[in-house]
């Protein structure tokens, strides 16, 4: 009888996990401002409608958005029609909403109509700059090779970014750097770049009065903001689709520009910025929490030590016996050190990219990546400390006729301790500040302030990140220079200074 109420409070609460997982919509977006407007007014929506909704905040680009709804780590995120075709079906020229639904329905996914607005590309220039050089259109840009030109990454990239402008207008610039979307304004007004690359919406067109260059050749397409949502939401969450849907064709390029600089010139929280667009355009009134500057550090605390020691103890538990095979086997260990050493060498963010198809987004990724690059030292700095070891202690032991696993344990590792201890050190340290990369993929802790302090130049967020995420690597080394007190054998301790 006991076994089967045990079994039947683990069936209901299997099927309880099962029916919670089902209801949350997960809401995705973009790296810059209008996306993050745009899925939190998604977000809120969909709240009203009775659906537990999650935002997943500033995941990257076009690429990672796109594999995350695929992978099914997103149910619904913010695009647009130029991208859907120029971008994610590059090459299958497609021409028209309907052969775009078509192809995405293939994929297993659906598109809302336009939500109102075309925030399509444009070259801009600081106006004093353009009106200096007379260039008022992208072609006149081929006049004047000498200019310094720097674009959003993704834009650098993308088939109808820079290699489409620089084919369709001849342009003869070979200086042309890849730069922050939000940092590259700040680069246009201290003159370091002449022209990059903005979007049609973007409240810093007037903040930093530039001028949006003429695409005279009509290089860029329409990019018409739609909402993408996975086919099968409407199994999931039917109520879900008919609430984002109310936002089809009720926010015009005016309205959108207008949310873009308050939330962006006037700093109010993007949360706040949808709420009052729902409640004044849509007549929804919508529960906005926004919380203190301390819950947010307590937040992003839990998140950044939650990846560093979860992936800092998985490292330890295979570094430390792949480090005592390269001390045993010196064959095998060249092949381990070249291959841990390969991996050190890898982008963190590229290595963060290549996780998600296999991982999805989110923490796992993250965790998996910060593993990989904690191996090195910890392998590295085991293997020098018990080859380190002198061949007179090694044949006092043989001689006692300890076995290969005492003389390991009791002898070898102890003396080996303080070069072991140092390579997790370092691997730690370099944890806390390699972790702050996860906040590109969603997986939170003190990136996301900083991700945001970026987008929106407010330095106070960007401290409100990179300053615990500072005092952490100190808090962590300092943790680890007691623990060498307590672990090291007092005779094999360095003198203090």
């Not at 088939?159 to 922050?180: C, F, K």
Request: hydrophobic residues 50%.
């Amino acid at each position: 009888m006991n076994w089967v109420c045990l079994l039947s409070l683990l069936a209901g609460s299997t099927l309880a996990h099962a029916e919670e997982k089902r209801a949350v919509v997960h809401v995705g977006s973009k790296s810059f401002t209008e996306s993050v407007i745009l899925g939190e007014l998604v977000t809120q929506l969909v709240s009203s409608a009775g659906v537990r909704a999650v935002h997943r905040q500033q995941l990257g680009g076009t690429k990672i958005l796109w594999a995350a709804l695929l992978s099914g780590e997103i149910d619904v995120y913010p695009e647009y029609t130029g991208t859907i075709a120029q971008e994610m079906f590059a090459g299958a020229g497609l021409r028209g909403e309907e052969a775009i639904r078509k192809a995405l329905a293939d994929r297993g996914i659906a598109m809302t109509g336009s939500l109102g607005f075309n925030n399509t590309y444009a070259i801009g220039m600081r106006e004093e700059r353009a009106e200096r050089l007379g260039i008022k259109k992208i072609s006149d840009l081929a006049q004047h090779p000498e200019l310094k030109l720097g674009f959003s990454n993704e834009f650098i990239d993308r088939t109808d970014g820079w290699p489409l402008l620089r084919d369709r207008y001849g342009l003869p610039q070979r200086e042309v750097r890849g730069i922050d979307h939000d940092l590259a304004y700040r680069a246009l007004e201290s003159e370091a770049i002449d022209a990059t690359d903005l979007y049609s919406t973007d409240a810093d067109i007037l903040y930093y009065h530039l001028r949006a260059l003429d695409d005279d050749r009509r290089a860029f397409p329409e990019y018409n903001a739609v909402l993408l949502y996975r086919a099968g939401l409407a199994t999931k969450g039917p109520e879900a689709i008919s609430s984002f849907s109310r936002l089809v064709g009720r926010i015009d390029a005016k309205d959108m520009i207008a949310m873009n600089a308050r939330a962006k010139l006037d700093r109010a929280p993007e949360t706040r910025v949808a709420a009052d667009f729902l409640s004044q355009k849509l007549g929804i009134a919508t529960a906005v929490r926004e919380p203190s500057a301390v819950d947010r550090l307590l937040l992003h605390l839990r998140e950044h030590l939650f990846l560093v020691s979860l992936s800092l103890l998985a490292a330890i538990a295979v570094a430390l016996p792949l480090g005592i095979l390269c001390a045993r086997w010196p064959r095998a260990g060249q092949v381990i050190l070249g291959v841990v050493g390969i991996i050190q060498t890898i982008p963190s963010l590229a290595l963060l990219v290549f996780m998600i198809p296999l991982l999805g987004i989110g923490a796992k990724p993250s965790i998996v990546a910060l593993f990989l690059y904690s191996l090195l030292p910890i392998v590295r700095n085991t293997a020098s400390g018990l080859q380190g070891i002198s061949i007179d202690v090694r044949e006092s032991a043989e001689a006692l006729g300890l076995p290969d696993g005492a003389r390991l344990r009791r002898i070898e590792l102890p003396m080996a301790s303080p070069s072991i201890l140092a390579g997790i050190q370092t691997s730690a340290v370099i944890n806390v500040g390699t972790a702050t990369l996860g906040a590109l993929i969603g997986a939170g802790g003190f990136g996301q302030p900083i991700l945001t302090g970026i987008r929106l130049n407010d330095v106070g967020l960007i401290l409100q990140g990179a300053v615990p995420a500072a005092l952490l690597a100190l808090l962590v080394q300092g943790l680890f220079e007691i623990l060498a007190r307590v672990l090291v054998p007092r005779g094999l301790r360095l003198p203090s200074a």
